[in-house]
């Protein structure tokens, strides 16, 4: 029972232009979404986060979008740059139940930007 | 030094041994986790601690035993490794609260674990 979904395994951008990175959840008690970045041999690294009351949050280059209605989510960022190049995980919590307090990870998205 | 750190960073051990990993954190935060990440899977939740004493099961926890008995250690225990077990393994805070409900956790560095 995948709660999270990221259907794109990988995505490939040239520098400068735009990355979307998509996410789907099943779960309706999930009420906060986040972003992580993850380097190799590194840890995942906090990116950018939204509430469900709200359906942006903008951060310099990057953005998330949350349509609630779709339960659906996507990070844009712009414009992309090669040191981007990571995997990107979606993941969500909710403020109650039986989620309260645990984050419910995507399978991750493999992005590289092109130089 | 100040955050959270995991050790070792890599492991190998065989079929049928005990193995602990650690993780220590030094911003105090209540809750603690331990994840996996395997191709395909993303990130699993094993076990959680919302704060000393208090533990739970995640998504995963079949094989594994976690303890803690300070807010700063939350060890991770295959009582007897498995090759199903090979993972990278990754320990998180988060600094969850009555006041703050919704907020993100930090990650350490990761235990790659190979059971032979």
């Known amino acids: 029972d995948q709660q999270v979904k990221q259907n794109s395994p990988s995505l490939s951008v040239q520098e400068g232009r735009i990355s979307i990175l998509n996410c789907d959840y099943t779960?309706?008690?999930?009420?906060?979404f986040l972003w992580y970045k993850k380097y190799p041999a590194e840890g995942p690294t906090f990116l950018i986060s939204?509430?469900?009351?709200?359906d942006k949050n903008e951060d310099g280059r990057f953005t998330v979008f949350l349509n609630k209605s779709a339960k659906h989510l996507s990070l844009h960022i712009v414009p992309s740059q090669p040191g981007d190049s990571a995997v990107y995980f979606c993941?969500?919590?909710?403020?109650?139940?039986?989620?309260?307090?645990?984050?419910?990870f995507g399978q991750g998205t493999i992005l590289t930007v092109h130089p | 030094d100040a955050g959270i750190t995991q050790s070792p960073r890599y492991k190998i051990t065989e079929t049928g041994r005990q193995v602990t990993l650690m993780c220590h954190q030094t911003?105090?935060?209540?809750?603690m986790f331990w994840y996996r990440q395997d191709l395909g899977h993303g990130l699993r939740l094993i076990y959680y601690?919302?704060?000393?004493?208090?533990?739970d099961k995640g998504e995963v926890p079949d094989g594994y035993v976690v303890s803690r008995s300070k807010t700063e250690n939350f060890p991770l225990t295959l009582e007897s490794a498995t090759r199903s077990q090979t993972s990278v393994y990754f320990c998180?805070?988060?600094?969850?609260?009555?006041?703050?409900?919704?907020?993100?956790?930090?990650f350490g560095q990761g235990t790659r674990l190979t059971v032979v």
């Open positions: 998180a805070s988060s600094a969850l609260s009555g006041a703050t409900l919704n907020t993100e956790a930090f």
């Open positions: 779960n309706s008690m999930f009420d906060y």
């Open positions: 939204i509430s469900s009351i709200k």
């Open positions: 993941a969500a919590s909710a403020a109650g139940g039986t989620s309260y307090g645990k984050l419910t």
């Open positions: 911003w105090s935060h209540s809750y």
């Open positions: 601690s919302a704060a000393a004493d208090i533990t």
